[in-house]
């Protein structure tokens, strides 16, 4: 498989990067800045490079730039494995750009996955903390968390996908934990909102406390 991937020079990008260089069926090819591909500047040599390719991991986070290649790339790419995130699920608590950018990529791969006429697999992964995470608390874009996800358990999960794409989202564990409650309140000024939320939560799982 011809495989392109956008940041691959760290985090999971650089573990799926390994991940699919060491299978020698497979060509790979990581795009990244220190490469000279800036998402935020080379956007059309990114398209012109990946299409055709047989996987496209649309990785690297920069404003609006995944949503761009997955709508540029619908249809050109095989498959596509995009990297979305669970603080989309928080941006009603606390409005950042990442977590609006976030939540609008997992509706437009959702939509495009219902569309009739679209012949790209597409996989959005729903992800929560990652292993390696280590976040500046005060970074208005993070949250800091102590439950991680595996980079392993993603890449796994990347594997089994390829083999049969017959999903299209997968949403990793992910806890709200004492430190991640004090993270959200913290940033949210207001510990109201988020008691609703966490109230909401412990009924749904019938935990009494
Ligand atoms: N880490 C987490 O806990 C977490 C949680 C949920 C979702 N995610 C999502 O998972 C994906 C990967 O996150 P990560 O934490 O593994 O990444 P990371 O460790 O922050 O690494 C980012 C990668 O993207 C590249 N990159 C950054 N800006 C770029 C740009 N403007 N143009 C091109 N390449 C760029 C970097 O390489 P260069 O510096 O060489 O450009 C690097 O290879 C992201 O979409 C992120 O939003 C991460």
Redesign the pocket.
Known sequence: MKVII?????????RLYNFFLKDKNHSVIG?????G????YSLEKIIEIADGCDLFIN????GT??NQLLQRLNGRVKMMIV?????GYFSNLIPTD?GQH?KDLSELCHLISLDKNSNTKILH?D????E??D?DIDDPNNLK?DY?TALDDVVKTVDMWIQYPCFNNIRFNFKITDLLYDQISRKMGTKEELDVLLNKIKSASDIST
């Open positions: 956008t940041g691959h020079t760290r985090g999971l990008g650089n795009l990244s800045r220190s490469q591909y800036d998402l935020k990785n690297a986070y920069c730039a995944q990297s979305g995130s669970q603080g990442y976030k992964l992800l929560s903390s990652l390696g995470n976040v968390c991680l």
